[in-house]
Structures are given as structure tokens and as C-alpha cells.
Antibody, heavy 120, light 107 residues
Framework: QLQLQESGPGLVKPSETLSLTCTVS??????????WGWIRQPPGKGLEWLGS???????HFSPSLKGRVTISADTSKKQFSLRLSSVTAADTAVYFC????????????WGQGTLVTVSS | DIQMTQSPSSLSASVGDRVTITCRAS??????LSWYQQKTGKAPKLLIY???NVESGVPSRFSGSGSGTDFTLTISSLQPEDFATYYC?????????FGQGTRLEIK
């Protein structure tokens, strides 16, 4: 069955770049039915979508991140990655990788999430 | 972006109560709406997709309805394990947006 697993540093210094990778098992990231994306949740707050990548390589990002986010994919490794630059304490959150339906009717399938803390 | 507004933001209820949470979209999204339940420290769990389809394994006391801009999640008879935070999410746009969440607490 499908599984998504986030990996990466749990602690990042302010002004540096946060980098996370999601490894997909039990499915292909080359499917035309799905986007692959990142969603975060600051402690005690709600869910915020950061961006998504389609198997063609096309990407969509949250306007609120003002160009700080990039998402890439390596289909041969069944991985996709998030980079968030110039981080501050406000970027401290649990980061979830996710499979998002292209049609909009398919719900989100979530990874378990990983906490990233921004602190010196 | 499509804004999703949930109400109420928090709700106190008792075991056995019928509870309704609403979600309103800033523009029509057809039935491209999902509902999730989240407990502390866990990833959100899918309850409802395409506005009214109950995910396999989800108890029948959960139901969803609506289309266009107005949607509801109903729990017909609250159980102790239902006390959690609930989120709606629209998939109509490739810019995904969530409601701000409804925290359901024990009265």
C-alpha cells in the first residue's frame, strides 16, 4: 500500500535553507492522476499548503511564501523534495509530504509528518 | 486563492450529541471538498471526500453534504474518540486551501 515518508534535518538555523525529502513506496510519482506536495502545520495552528509538483515537472506554490519555496522530483528514486529558503522562527512546523489528487475529487494522502524547528 | 471559512472555530459537546460543522468557500468549488479529522501529534485522517463520500472504514455516524460554496460535516452521535480538530479542504483549484479548523471539545 502507498506510504510517504519525510526525511531531513529536524533543526535549521535562521536565515538558512530548510530541505526535506519525501520517499514514496507502494506507488509511482509518475502518475498523471496526482500532484505531490508539501503541507505544514505550525505548533497549535492550522494546515498550510506550501506547493505541489506534477509528474511533468510543473509546479504550483503558495503565494504567501513569496518565492522562498522550491519543489523538485526524482522519479527514478520515487522521491520529491522541498527547499524553503531564508527561514525564520515562523517556519517552525510539522512538515507533511502528501499526494494530492489532480482532478480535485481525490483527497489528500498524508505522510506522517516531521517536525522542523528553526533556532540558532 | 479560494478562501475556506469554517464555523464554528470551536465547539463543546457531549457524548451522544449531534454535531454539525460548516465550511464555506469564497467561490463555487462544485463538490471538490474533503473533510479530515486530526488528533494531537498525528497526520490528518480522511473522513469524507467529494463532499459526501464516506471513506472506507470511517464510522457511519460521519456524513457530509453540500455543493457549490456551502458544505457541512455532521456527526450523528458523538463518541469519545471523536473529540479532535476537523478541517475542510478544497481541491477545485491547484492552489490547495484548508479551513482554519474546528476544535471539538468535551462539554
Amino acid at each position: 500500500q502507498l506510504q510517504l515518508q519525510e526525511s531531513g534535518p529536524g533543526l535549521v538555523k535562521p536565515s538558512e535553507t530548510l530541505s526535506l525529502t519525501c520517499t514514496v513506496s507502494g506507488g509511482s510519482i509518475s502518475s498523471n492522476r496526482f500532484y505531490w506536495g508539501w503541507i505544514r502545520q505550525p505548533p497549535g495552528k492550522g494546515l498550510e499548503w506550501l506547493g505541489s509538483i506534477y509528474y511533468t515537472g510543473s509546479t504550483h506554490f503558495s503565494p504567501s511564501l513569496k518565492g522562498r519555496v522550491t519543489i523538485s522530483a526524482d522519479t527514478s528514486k520515487k522521491q520529491f523534495s522541498l527547499r524553503l529558503s531564508s527561514v525564520t522562527a515562523a517556519d517552525t512546523a510539522v512538515y507533511f509530504c502528501a499526494r494530492i489528487g489532480y482532478s480535485g475529487f481525490d483527497p489528500i494522502f498524508w505522510g506522517q509528518g516531521t517536525l522542523v524547528t528553526v533556532s540558532s | 486563492d479560494i478562501q475556506m471559512t469554517q464555523s464554528p472555530s470551536s465547539l463543546s459537546a457531549s457524548v451522544g450529541d449531534r454535531v454539525t460543522i460548516t465550511c464555506r468557500a469564497s467561490q463555487s468549488i462544485g463538490q471538490h471538498l474533503s473533510w479530515y479529522q486530526q488528533k494531537t501529534g498525528k497526520a490528518p485522517k480522511l473522513l469524507i471526500y467529494a463532499a459526501s463520500n464516506v471513506e472506507s472504514g470511517v464510522p457511519s455516524r460521519f456524513s457530509g453534504s453540500g455543493s457549490g460554496t456551502d458544505f457541512t460535516l455532521t456527526i450523528s452521535s458523538l463518541q469519545p474518540e471523536d473529540f479532535a480538530t476537523y478541517y475542510c479542504q478544497q481541491g477545485y483549484s491547484n492552489v490547495v486551501t484548508f479551513g482554519q479548523g474546528t476544535r471539538l471539545e468535551i462539554k
